[in-house]
T-cell receptor
Framework: KAGVTQTPRYLIKTRGQQVTLSCSPI?????VSWYQQTPGQGLQFLFE???????NKGNFPGRFSGRQFSNSRSEMNVSTLELGDSALYLC????????????FGPGTRLTVL | QQQVKQSPQSLIVQKGGISIINCAYE??????FPWYQQFPGKGPALLIA?????SEKKEGRFTISFNKSAKQFSLHIMDSQPGDSATYFC????????????FGSGTRLSIRP
């Protein structure tokens, strides 16, 4: 089975712009979660989608949003980018039999200038 | 109360030695405690996990020890190898919000040949 894929792998944006990141889960996984990883704050949960519905949400401002499509692929959007949004954004998918077992993609490295 | 505290921040172990990483939590509602391994440029990968109804779980050279009363758990890597050099994250989640994983701050492990 192919793993979780994320595109693009690297992205450079400027302050005030918006960005969309994409994630394709492992085939058959309907749960997709997003995490932000920074040296200062570590790994932080953003949100989780299941069957096109947001099921859990972390403590991030409304500038961070996401959606999931009927094929379980997910996108994450960050509007009005700030310097502090520079991070590795990780997507993870989980099987229905065990939502705890998160399988992570390689991440998208976002740099905001 | 949602935090998971991890120590040490970095660890150097000789090849063949035992690597020990410790974590502590406050929220007694946590009922799933995974450990993730992350190599540079990669997303975290689930290494081993434990539920609070057992005190120890072993998979190959990796062992989780769990102390429910002390709200602490630890990862032991026996016969540590240079290939084990990576960043290790402990984590915790609640079954009802299984995808919302709370991660520790990470331990950068280096195994000296």
């Amino acid at each position: 089975k192919a793993g979780v894929t994320q595109t693009p792998r690297y992205l450079i944006k400027t302050r005030g712009q918006q960005v969309t990141l994409s994630c394709s889960p492992i085939s058959g996984h309907r749960s997709v979660s997003w995490y932000q990883q920074t040296p200062g704050q570590g790994l932080q949960f953003l949100f989780e989608y299941f069957s096109e519905t947001q099921r859990n949400k972390g403590n991030f401002p409304g500038r961070f949003s996401g959606r999931q499509f009927s094929n379980s692929r997910s996108e994450m959007n960050v509007s009005t980018l700030e310097l502090g949004d520079s991070a590795l954004y990780l997507c993870a998918s989980a099987p229905e039999s065990s939502y705890n077992e998160q399988f992570f993609g390689p991440g998208t490295r976002l740099t905001v200038l | 109360q949602q935090q998971v505290k991890q120590s040490p921040q970095s660890l150097i172990v000789q090849k063949g030695g035992i690597s020990i990483i410790n974590c502590a939590y406050e929220n007694t509602a946590f009922d799933y405690f995974p450990w993730y391994q992350q190599f540079p440029g990669k997303g975290p990968a689930l290494l081993i996990a434990i539920r609070p109804d057992v005190s120890e779980k072993k998979e190959g050279r990796f062992t989780i020890s769990f102390n429910k009363s002390a709200k602490q758990f630890s990862l032991h890597i026996m016969d540590s190898q240079p290939g084990d050099s990576a960043t290790y994250f402990c984590a915790a989640s609640i079954h009802s919000s299984a995808s919302k994983i709370i991660f520790g701050s990470g331990t950068r492990l280096s195994i000296r040949p």
